[in-house]
């Protein structure tokens, strides 16, 4: 892995979904044109990632940070995090996977997915795209 310390913010996808199915039936006509997150607002490490995913998997692991994936100075996000008060406050809507418990909750259900044959025959691991 490259930098083990950086922090981000995982949303998990029905929480994704959920967040715009508020903003679509928010009944507030003063949310047009707004801009919300509508992250999990917690944060996790890449190296507490790794160690829980490895954890969910049940794989015995190694961490080891590869000088060669280290980003260039001063280039790094050394944290990502999204403040979703307002899309609370306004919506009502709250992430089901938005604290320590729920991130793996998120993971377990994706390891799951993963681990059934036709999901990952459609998953494109050599090639980026969306």
């Not at 715009?20 to 990632?49: K, R």
């Not at 089901?96 to 691991?125: C, V």
Request: charged share 25%.
């Amino acid at each position: 892995m490259g930098s083990l310390h950086p922090t981000r913010d995982f949303a998990y996808v029905t929480d994704t979904a959920d967040a715009f199915i508020a903003m679509l039936e928010c009944p507030l006509q003063n949310i047009v044109g707004e801009v919300f997150n509508g992250g999990s607002g917690f944060e996790v490490s890449m190296g507490d990632t790794a160690r829980m995913i490895a954890q969910v998997m049940e794989a015995d692991i190694e961490i080891v940070c590869d000088e060669q994936r280290l980003r260039p100075k001063n280039s790094e996000v050394e944290r990502l995090w999204a403040d979703n008060t307002r899309l609370t406050a306004l919506t009502g809507w709250k992430p089901e996977h938005g604290d320590l418990e729920g991130f793996r909750r998120g993971l377990e259900k994706t390891a799951q997915w993963f681990a059934h044959p036709k999901n990952l025959a459609g998953y494109k691991s050599g090639i980026y795209n969306i």
